[in-house]
């Protein structure tokens, strides 16, 4: 089952509705339709006959990584085919939350592996490798460090990983920072939200040998998402690294030199996308980069009040000769930031395809004339899966009520409340409230004629209704109590149901961690999605359990 988000504009851009539905509105700001055979094979020739990446250094250092990783034997093959010039990548990426943060990073990943296997059928001549792409140079770590559970009681549950400095004071990169001793709390107390099953052992064992006490949170997120999905042929990449650094200096490089002409493409770029009626997701700075100190603290370049970082037209020469020079002899101190680093990404990788969300999407729509600028090949862009996890209990609930996944999405949680209330008119009591008017009325008339053949018979009259009337408003108090009763299961079972399927009033897949599901289901869970997943679709899907 599938819902189309035409059919929930309200919970999308119309930039992503027209990319999904009508491309040719938004066609100028991309490199390619993804749907369009001819656009996918001319794509597939760009990539394979551009030769700005080294292969061999590439291959050399995925593999030291996803050893270190644990990865797969299949995932080592992958990364031995990216040698090989008819060797493409299907790319996608996303922050390094702990335990693997929403749902939609495992969506995203396995979405990566399912086009590369579709892929591989319709051109056989090529190989396509999927790749995760670990962002861990960003510096929010209050955004990566929670997750959200349905505990055993069926309500939301966060937990948090406080760490040593949980405000991230010194704007440190997320790679930079280790665990310490409070994460076994934080996996005691994910234990003791979810429910014991067969599958809790086996889960929290994997869930330990990843997150350990000194490990990095980089380190821990690759064993862990090669752990649950390294078979599938996964490949993780870590871009801090520092070949991938020296890689990446010529990037650096010609944007420290050019910064004013990046700025200017994106501003016009962002311009026609705005003209065009569509939001810019991103307004860069002069400059694409941060630079690491040696404190390990992030900056951007251009920052008022710090001389030493600043690059700007008015600056002395100097400041930007001895950064091109520290570009040379410490590449690994630079990190891109939003709009470079695509740029870097696929400089470094001979990416065919990315697979992105909504917001991924928006901001290639700005990015096109950077590629051209770089001189390297735009990917195609092609949406992540979107999907909710229908459970067999919350479905025997929806339809117990006559309610759609559909409706929910519409009308979210104010759904139970209208459900729960009903018809005031059609409900048992109401129809009491009905009759009751119905017999004064004819009583009025009855009482007429009654009094008509003898006057003595009105006082009867009266007392008939006066009983009829008490007995009625009995009957209407026990059927109240009872509906409310009715009205209350109703309520707390219809709450239960959307917030699994709605959570919050969010998409389940951005806010729930699949630890739930992991331990419930086992890691068949994994392979009921490789198997439901129809990465053809444009539309949310609804995969029942």
């Known amino acids: 089952m599938t819902i189309s988000f035409k059919d929930m504009p309200d919970m999308t851009s119309k930039l992503f509705l027209d990319y999904l539905y009508d491309f040719s509105k938004v066609q100028n700001f991309y490199s390619g339709d993804f749907r369009n055979t001819d656009s996918i094979r001319r794509k597939l020739s760009e990539i394979s006959s551009k030769n700005h990446v080294n292969r061999l250094l590439l291959a050399e250092t995925l593999g030291k990584q996803n050893k270190l990783f644990g990865n797969s034997e299949k995932s080592l093959q992958n990364i031995e085919l990216l040698k090989q010039a008819n060797t493409v990548a299907v790319v996608t990426g996303q922050q390094m939350g702990v335990f693997g943060g929403p749902l939609y990073t495992i969506y995203k990943a396995m979405g990566t592996v399912k086009l590369c296997e579709s892929f591989q059928r319709q051109f056989p001549d ?24 349905f505990n055993t009681e069926n309500e939301i549950r966060s937990i948090v990983y406080n760490g040593a400095d949980a405000d991230n004071k010194s704007k440190s990169p997320i790679n930079s920072i280790q665990l310490n001793a409070d994460i076994q709390r ?79 493409l994106l501003m016009a770029q962002s311009s026609a ?61 630079f990190i891109p930031n939003v709009i470079l680093r695509p740029i870097v990404q696929d400089h470094l990788l001979p990416t065919f395809a990315y697979v992105g969300g909504p917001s991924e999407i928006a901001y290639f729509a700005q990015f096109k004339t950077i590629y051209e600028f770089f001189d390297i090949p735009e990917p195609l862009i ?38 729960a209330k009903g018809d005031s008119q059609s409900s048992a009591s109401g129809q009491l409230d009905t009759l009751l008017t119905q017999i004064h009325s004819q009583f009025s008339t009855i009482e007429k004629n009654l009094v008509s053949v003898d006057a003595s018979l009105k006082g009867a009259s009266e007392t008939a209704l006066d009983k009829i009337e008490k007995a009625i408003k ?24 959307v917030r699994h399927i709605l959570p919050q009033d969010q998409f389940q897949e951005r806010e729930i961690n699949a630890l739930y599901y992991l331990n419930k289901y086992g890691f068949d869970f994994l392979d009921k999605l490789h198997e439901s997943m129809d990465v053809s679709s444009v539309a949310h899907e609804i995969v029942e359990l």
């Open 382 to 419: 092609i949406p992540r899966p979107f999907i909710t996890i229908l459970e067999k209990k919350i479905k025997k609930v929806t339809d117990k009520y006559g309610i759609t996944v559909e409706e929910i999405f519409k009308k979210k949680s104010r759904i139970v409340d209208d459900a």
């Open 186 to 264: 934080v996996i005691q107390e994910i234990k003791s939200t979810l429910n014991p099953t067969d599958f809790s052992a086996e889960l929290f064992s994997k869930l330990e040998s990843a997150y350990q006490d000194g490990k990095s949170i980089s380190e821990a997120f690759g064993f862990w998402i090669c752990s649950l999905l390294g078979k599938y042929g996964l490949v993780m990449m870590d871009p801090s690294d520092g070949e991938f650094k020296k890689m990446a200096a010529p990037i650096f490089k010609k944007e420290l030199e050019n910064a004013d002409q990046t700025h200017a």
């Open 474 to 497: 009995v009957l209407k108090e026990k059927t109240g109590d009872a509906e409310k009763r009715k009205n209350e299961l109703t309520h707390n079972q219809l709450t239960k149901a």
């Open 126 to 149: 090529y190989h396509f490798v999927p790749v995760f792409w670990m962002e861990l140079e960003d510096h929010d770590f209050e955004e990566i460090r929670s997750i959200q559970l």
């Open 273 to 333: 996308l705005k003209n065009a009626g569509y939001d810019a997701q991103v307004e860069n700075e002069p400059t694409n980069l941060f630079l690491r100190d040696e404190g390990n603290s992030k900056h951007p370049l251009n920052k008022n009040g710090h001389n030493k970082f600043k690059i700007r037209a008015e600056d002395a020469a100097s400041h930007r000769e001895s950064l091109i020079k520290l570009i040379e002899t410490e590449p690994n101190r």
